[in-house]
């Protein structure tokens, strides 16, 4: 009910926080098991690496390696438990409601049933792993990249460079 | 793990509806949503709570004085009371901590609570868990993440966020390579000029404390106030505190699973 009153307010719409069409997933994934199930079963290193409990969010998470690199995956009770979560996350990723973080690289939010998963890096061959089961991401941006990864500007539209 | 839910703030969600209510009130380049201190005097104080380790010192001191530079405020640092590691917030100033955090991917962050468009209180965390290793144990490092919180706290929001083009010469430039981002720019004294000389405020949110709080570490239900609405076949729930003088603080709780009520979120000042 919080999302949906934060989108009737007008600040962002619910669509720019779905998962977008471009690219489904190749197969239904709506849980922490079933994504690493998945991502093994075609072929990618994960690894466990423990837990992440980030302040801004509403759940603990789990860290894993994938292909190397760093990936949270954050699970929620419910669907609408992510969706209300997600609509708090910039397009462009820089923030979730009044937290700043201040990233180590570009990061990707990706979200997919109960599931809400953060990538920070610009490593395409994790990108597309989680792209392939999650869906593009609704927020974020690539390196170098002047937009969100969902083709809206980030918060620097209109920047005097 | 999944079925444990911890006590969060609200504060984002709270924030995301009041920021609907109350749209930005400037057209700045990089406001962050039009958040800002709610002051009386064109030129206000705003204290820097000092939770960080003796590293961290000089950083702290130096961007004090840079953002003090500004025009429309004055920071002043002032001995920290909190736990670094949990860095709660205190009402009308910014605490800034230092601890190792954790490997959470972010160097640095800021946190605010509003009342409406108005900061009521900040935190920023420096991540010693990074700042440990050899790559960003440097002064560089730590003079654009120190700098680059403080600002958010203020109101600032980022002027560029693409990592890997030149620098812009601001601490409020995402790069990978700080060099010559370590204070802030004319550009980010021009915003902080839009953002709190473009009109005044009949209240202050600096330097206030709101007494409620006091003492209250919202640990239960019985600190939570009136059960406002339950959600979900009873399995999310929303108390409602009142503060006084307009500020309201919500718990939202999120039942569970195997029946143990454990709160989901915390809650936030607001008007």
Redesign the interface.
């Known amino acids: 009910?919080?999302a949906a009153?934060?989108t009737a307010?007008?600040?962002?719409s619910a669509s720019s926080h779905q998962p977008q069409q471009g690219k489904s997933p190749a197969a239904p994934v709506t849980d922490?098991a079933g994504l690493i199930a998945n991502l093994r079963a075609a072929g990618a290193r994960v690894e466990p690496?423990g837990?992440?409990?980030?302040?801004?969010?509403?759940?603990?998470g789990?860290?894993v390696k994938v292909h190397g690199e760093?990936v949270?995956v954050f699970?929620y009770?419910?669907a609408?438990?992510a969706d209300?979560q997600a609509?708090?996350v910039s397009p462009?990723g820089?923030?979730?409601?009044?937290?700043?973080?201040?990233?180590?690289?570009?990061?990707h939010f990706f979200k997919q049933g109960k599931l809400l998963v953060?990538y920070?890096g610009d490593n395409d061959k994790v990108l597309q792993a989680l792209e392939t089961f999650l869906g593009q991401p609704f927020a974020g941006?690539h390196?170098?990249?002047?937009h969100g990864a969902n083709g809206n500007r980030?918060?620097?539209q209109?920047?005097?460079? | 793990m999944f079925t444990t839910f911890h006590r969060r703030s609200l504060a984002v969600l709270l924030a995301g509806l009041a920021f609907a209510a109350f749209p930005a009130l400037t057209s700045a380049t990089h406001s962050w949503g039009g958040y800002h201190w709610a002051r009386t005097v064109t030129e206000f104080p705003l204290k820097l709570g000092d939770n960080v380790s003796n590293t961290w010192d000089p950083y702290l001191a130096t961007a004090s004085t840079d953002w003090s530079f500004s025009e429309v405020l004055n920071t002043s640092i002032v001995t920290g009371t909190k736990d670094p590691k949990r860095c709660q917030p205190t009402s009308g100033r910014v605490e800034v901590c230092s601890a190792t955090y954790g490997n959470k991917g972010w160097l640095g962050l800021a946190q605010i609570w509003l009342s409406g468009p108005h900061i009521t209180q900040g935190t920023v965390k420096l991540n010693d868990t990074y700042f440990n290793t050899t790559r960003y144990n440097t002064p560089a490092w730590r003079r654009l993440v120190m700098c680059q919180e403080i600002g958010h706290t203020l109101g600032l929001d980022h002027q560029d966020e693409n990592f890997t083009n030149a620098n812009v010469g601001t601490c409020t430039d995402y790069t990978n390579n700080p060099a010559g981002n370590e204070h802030p720019n004319q550009h980010d004294y021009d915003q902080l000029v839009t953002i709190y000389n473009n009109h005044t405020d009949s209240t202050t949110t600096v330097g206030q404390t709101a007494a409620a709080l006091a003492g209250n570490d919202f640990e239960t239900p019985a600190q939570w106030g009136k059960l406002v609405r339950l959600t979900n076949n009873g399995r999310t729930a929303l108390f409602e505190l009142d503060l006084g003088r307009g500020h309201k603080l919500f718990t939202f709780v999120i039942l569970a699973e195997g029946g143990k009520l454990g709160p989901f979120m915390g809650g936030d000042i607001r008007q």
Not at chain 1, 143 to 146: F, H, K
């Open positions: 009910m919080l009153g934060f307010c007008g600040e962002k922490f690496k837990e992440v409990d980030q302040p801004f969010f509403a759940v603990a789990r860290l760093e949270q699970q009770p419910h609408a438990a209300a609509a708090l462009d820089s923030a979730v409601g009044t937290s700043k973080p201040l990233w180590l690289g570009p990061p953060l920070i941006r390196q170098g990249s002047m980030g918060s620097d209109g920047t005097q460079r």
